[in-house]
């Protein structure tokens, strides 16, 4: 931590900003890789005992999403996509809690691994035991880190109302409202169920389940260990005495250097603008929110939509559908079209048709428009979506 400090106090002399500098350590600390305890410092270890990466760079390569890599048996070998457990009820499995770690400290047996198969993914060589039989999978790509500060920055007031104004016009969607860190009721608007309100929080549960690492918000020692898993409990734990391994200070910076991503510039289309309203796609992925500072161009309601069967996504969280989804952010699709990473939750399609054929439920109707358009607006409207 002191050598972070040293790197980002120069930075800060150059910039001159106290903000400058948290930007610059958070910077180092995302990517930085977190050691085992005990260490020399208690503020650079408590890695694990179960995990999936070792540094928060790891699974969000370049800041944007990444394609996931196989071996040559069909096993996910990168860290750009995790597999969630739960009951349709949002409750974690008994022994392999709320995420399969793939990846465990030395004398901790990894929980188990990942494998493609044509009808997406799923987990094999369980280390202790089968998982119950109301468990549900659900694998989930590293989302991209652009924009981020913008969308917490959208007021709660402004989303409710934005959803209230969508169900005048008879639309669908719904707010799911959450804890924030201080326990206070906020708006959902992080993560594939909108399951956490701020960008903190969405940092300090990364740390929970990716990384191992307990916060001042997520206190279990043993990261996602359930009481089942006896030498992940027992084995040494990061962090002074009855203090995180993580703390305040660094989730801070991290969000704050998050916050400091801005999302890049999308091409404008009037016309291709128009067959989006058109098909009604913009009615959930509003091209614009109301920030602080001016309009944010996500093209997202932060809202929950139900959109069918066809997007079960298996795991879920507590109160949310399997099937309810919060409406995702298109800036930046072209990045991730480009990188191959795939679109959805999983990374299944390949293309924006794909995707778009996915949707039914709320979004059935926009995709039978969507199919209804002539060839050449239908080729238009693809390529406004590509250019974001």
Request: aromatic share 6%.
């Amino acid at each position: 931590m002191k050598r972070v400090v040293a790197i980002a106090a120069l930075w800060l002399a150059a910039s001159g900003s106290a903000s400058a500098l948290d930007e610059a350590i958070g910077r180092a600390l995302f990517r930085r890789a977190w050691v085992p305890a005990p260490s020399s410092t208690t503020s650079n270890d408590g890695l694990g005992p179960l995990f999936n990466a070792r540094s928060c760079a790891a699974c969000h390569r370049g800041l944007d999403r990444a394609p996931v890599s196989l071996d040559d048996t069909g096993t996910v070998i990168s860290q750009s996509l995790v597999v969630r457990l739960s009951d349709r009820a949002g409750r974690g499995d008994p022994v392999y809690g709320h995420q399969l770690q793939t990846s465990g400290l030395p004398g901790i047996e990894p929980e188990g691994r990942v494998q493609a198969q044509t009808t997406g993914y799923r987990a094999t060589d369980l280390a202790y035991g089968p998982l119950a039989p109301d468990t549900r999978l659900g694998a989930r790509a590293a989302p991209a880190l652009h924009g981020l500060g913008e969308l917490d920055a959208v007021s709660d007031t402004a989303i409710v109302a934005l959803a209230r104004e969508a169900q005048a016009r008879g639309a669908k969607g719904r707010v799911h409202w959450v804890s924030d860190e201080s326990g206070n009721p906020r708006v959902g608007r992080f993560g594939w169920k909108a399951s956490r309100a701020t960008l903190k929080g969405q940092v300090e549960t990364a740390f929970l389940l990716d990384l191992g690492l307990s916060t001042d918000r997520h206190r279990e020692a043993g990261g996602d260990c359930t009481f089942a898993q006896d030498a992940c409990l027992a084995a040494p734990h990061g962090g002074g005495a009855g203090s995180a391994e993580i703390s305040d200070e660094i989730t801070g910076r991290i969000t704050a250097y998050l916050a400091s991503i801005a999302p890049s510039a999308a091409a404008q289309d009037a016309r291709g603008a128009e067959l989006f309203a058109m098909t009604g796609c913009a009615s959930c992925h509003l091209p614009t929110l109301p920030g602080p500072h001016g309009p944010v161009r996500a093209f997202t309601d932060l809202l929950l939509h139900d959109l069918g069967p066809g997007l079960d996504g298996g795991a879920t969280e507590p109160g949310v559908s399997p099937t309810e989804w919060r409406t995702a952010p298109l800036w930046g699709m072209s990045r991730i079209l480009h990188s191959r990473a795939g679109l959805l939750h999983d990374g299944r399609a390949a293309t924006v048709e794909e995707a778009v054929e996915f949707h039914g439920g709320e979004g059935g109707t926009s995709a039978l428009r969507f199919r209804s358009l002539a060839i050449k607006d239908r080729e238009r409207l693809v390529a406004f979506l590509k250019a974001l």
